[in-house]
């Protein structure tokens, strides 16, 4: 089974620095999906980023970028020039790019970083 | 576009009574699941629908019934509530099951069950 820990409980930033989250990850497939989830106090799940494991290339979206390191099996997520807005609890998760089996097309989650964004 | 919707926000629920959680989505997605989030625990699968007729369980079915009769409705039963299940409840949907196709989350139902 998969596994994926988060061991950042809490992280705080300063408006317009950036921070890194950290995540590892164990599974013995080859390919899958990992993704960053924000989830802001009003509790919707927003997808922030997805990166596949066959693709050597780091995903970014805007401010947001992963260091993906396969063999180390580690999804970091950066957030560069910090806004307040990005202040929220951020989840790493982990999917199967292969069809069937048990718990086919679950999301395994993280526990979890709590972000803060100080002005 | 609603996306996923669910019903209701908030609950409150005496230990052995029964209740259905509404889930439903308007994005023609086949591939449709329940999540519940504790504090500390991420996110965990309960149940989980490849299309219209076919459920099958996560990794903490116990306590929960689930049925899929049309495309767009995912229904989560408790036939019998327990403090354990207190908790957030999150519905999902994505267009597949596998891969990378991103997952469309609902508001949640935070439940009390005292």
């Known amino acids: 089974a998969q596994t994926v820990t988060q061991s950042q409980p809490e992280m705080s930033v300063q408006e317009a620095e950036t921070v890194t989250l950290s995540c590892t990850y164990d599974t013995s497939e080859s390919d899958y999906y990992l993704f960053w989830y924000k989830q802001p106090p009003s509790r919707q799940m927003i997808l922030v980023i997805r990166?596949?494991?066959?693709?050597?290339q780091n995903a970014t979206e805007n401010r947001f970028s992963v260091n993906f390191q396969k063999a180390a099996k580690s999804f970091s997520l950066k957030i560069s020039d910090s806004q307040l807005g990005d202040a929220a609890m951020y989840f790493c998760?982990?999917?199967?790019?292969?069809?069937?089996?048990?718990?086919?097309?679950?999301?395994?989650f993280g526990q979890g970083t709590i972000l803060t964004v100080h002005p | 576009n609603a996306g996923v919707t669910q019903t209701p926000k908030f609950q409150v629920l005496k230990t052995g009574q029964s209740m259905t959680l509404q889930c439903a989505q308007d994005m023609n997605h086949e591939y449709m699941s329940w999540y519940r989030q504790d504090p500390g625990m991420g996110l965990r699968l309960i149940h989980y629908?490849?299309?219209?007729?076919?459920?099958d369980q996560g990794e903490v079915p116990n306590g929960y019934n689930v049925s899929r009769s049309t495309t767009e409705d995912f229904p989560l039963r408790l036939l019998s509530a327990a403090p354990s299940q207190t908790s957030v409840y999150f519905c999902?949907?994505?267009?597949?099951?596998?891969?990378?196709?991103?997952?469309?989350f609902g508001p949640g139902t935070r439940l009390t069950v005292t």
């Open positions: 629908s490849v299309g219209a007729g076919i459920t």
């Open positions: 998760a982990y999917r199967s790019a292969y069809a069937g089996g048990t718990s086919y097309g679950k999301l395994t």
């Open positions: 999902a949907s994505s267009s597949a099951g596998a891969g990378g196709d991103e997952q469309y």
């Open positions: 990166q596949e494991a066959y693709k050597q």
